[in-house]
Structure formats: structure tokens, C-alpha cells
């Protein structure tokens, strides 16, 4: 059994409005890859985020009394700490540099997933920074469709984004949106090498797969937001990422 990686070459920068299924099979049409029947699109938060517009500049922003206060707490700019409250239902925790926020989807991460990286600052009037996609599951299955009409090909599709992990340093891969694949694998009542039966084994599929393909997608001026993963044994289900997210009734670290 093997998996193999391979990313798309030559994705132009995203703007607001962009097809995105049409742009990566133009660069597939360009680069001599196809997308085969199983394979799974992996895609980086940032261009499907770019292209649903969800890009804001920070003179746009009025900070409110909370924001004030936790920017003093965090010493992070009040408007950007306006823009991670707007999209968050819950702060976690909060400190000199460090504002870790329940975003509205589910996820726990810093700045509820809003970043500037890889963000054009281009708008003369002030610094821009860009949102996580409304509902990334959403964005997934738009682009699995799209994929499907113009390919006349069904494949998985993840977006993924890099967040950082609790009592572990470094970031990395993890699907926040997923469409033609379960996000998650139970494995309960399965049995192991030796017959003991599995009683509390769930894989976080979707997340497997985003890590590996972050390994190209990278995570500074690598410039290939898609990569396709072929190979990887999985039943055929639809699924959602939120199939990730804990209950907070269950999560033991908040």
C-alpha cells in the first residue's frame, strides 16, 4: 500500500470572487496532473477564504470596550482584537501576545483563525488580515461540485488550515471543512492484531490527511495552496468536518 502527494503548480493569487474549481483545473489542464476517482483535494484555508472575499482591513474597524481591554491584556492592536471577537463566541485564554478564542464554527485556535500571512497589503488606507471561510464544509462541497462538473470526476475535498496544539509546540495541519469523505473514522468494535475488540478508537481521518498534505502546502512562501492525495483507504461517506469538533461538555481542557 502506498500514498502519494503531489501539488498543483502554477495557482495565480486568489482575489475575491474567483472560481476556484475552475482555476485549479486550468493549473491540472496546464500541468499534465488529473485528479483520479477516490483522490482527495486538499486546498489551504487561505485561497478558499481569499476568493469568498472574507478579507478585512483593519482602519475599517471600530474596537469596542471589550476589544480595548483585551488588546491592553494581549497588547495585540484593538481592532484586530475587534475583528477576533466578531468571530468568535468564547475566549479561551488570554495574555501578553496570546488571545486563543472558540471561533463561531467550533474550532479552538489562536486568534480564531485570523492571520495575516500570506495577505497581499495592498489597500494604501491600513493592514488587512483575513477571516476563516464562513463555513468551510460549505466551501468544500462547493468546490467538490464544481470539481465534479467540469472533471466529470468525484473526489474528496478538504480544507485545511494550520492551527497549534495544546501541551505540543508547533503548528500544524488540521480540516476545518470537508465534503466527500468522512472527517472522522470509528473504529469501535473493530478488532485489533490479537482479537481484543476496539472500544474507544475514532480517527480523526481529515486531519491525518491535511497534516501530510501541509507538508507541501507549507506554511510561508511556498506557493501551492492544493495538493492531491491519492491512495488513502477510506469508506465511502460523505462527511463534514464538524464531525472533529469536541462537545464542550467532553472537552477536559478548554
Not at 500514498?3 to 474549481?21: E, Q, S, V, W, Y
Not at 483545473?25 to 469568498?52: M, R, Y
Not at 475566549?91 to 492571520?115: Q, S
Amino acid at each position: 500500500m502506498s500514498i502519494t502527494l503531489a501539488a498543483i503548480p502554477n495557482i495565480p493569487m486568489i482575489a475575491p470572487g474567483d472560481d476556484l474549481a475552475q482555476i485549479i483545473t486550468d493549473a491540472l489542464l496546464a500541468s499534465g496532473l488529473a485528479l483520479a476517482p477516490s483522490d482527495i483535494l486538499v486546498v489551504a484555508q487561505k485561497i478558499v477564504s481569499k476568493s469568498e472575499g472574507r478579507a478585512i482591513t483593519l482602519p475599517k474597524v471600530t474596537p469596542s470596550p471589550r476589544a480595548l481591554e483585551l488588546a491592553r491584556i494581549t497588547q495585540k492592536d484593538p481592532r484586530l482584537v475587534e475583528v477576533i471577537l466578531s468571530e468568535s463566541v468564547e475566549v479561551v485564554r488570554a495574555r501578553p501576545g496570546v488571545l486563543i478564542a472558540r471561533d463561531r464554527r467550533g474550532w479552538v485556535c489562536a486568534n480564531a483563525g485570523v492571520d495575516r500571512s500570506n495577505v497581499d497589503q495592498d489597500d494604501p488606507h491600513g493592514e488587512t488580515v483575513l477571516r476563516l471561510p464562513v463555513d468551510p464544509d460549505a466551501s468544500a462541497a462547493r468546490l467538490r461540485e464544481g470539481l465534479c462538473e467540469r472533471l466529470g470526476i468525484d473526489v474528496g475535498v478538504i480544507v485545511a488550515d494550520s492551527h497549534g496544539r495544546p501541551h505540543r509546540n508547533g503548528t500544524i495541519g488540521v480540516a476545518i471543512g470537508a465534503a466527500g469523505l468522512p472527517a472522522l473514522e470509528d473504529l469501535r468494535g473493530c478488532h485489533d492484531l490479537f482479537g481484543y475488540t476496539l472500544q474507544h478508537t475514532q480517527v480523526a481521518l481529515a486531519d491525518l490527511i491535511a497534516s501530510a498534505a501541509t507538508l507541501l502546502l507549507g506554511q510561508a512562501a511556498e506557493g501551492t495552496p492544493a495538493v492531491i492525495v491519492r491512495g488513502v483507504p477510506h469508506t465511502q461517506r460523505d462527511g463534514s468536518a464538524q464531525e472533529l469538533v469536541r462537545p464542550i461538555e467532553m472537552d477536559l481542557f478548554p
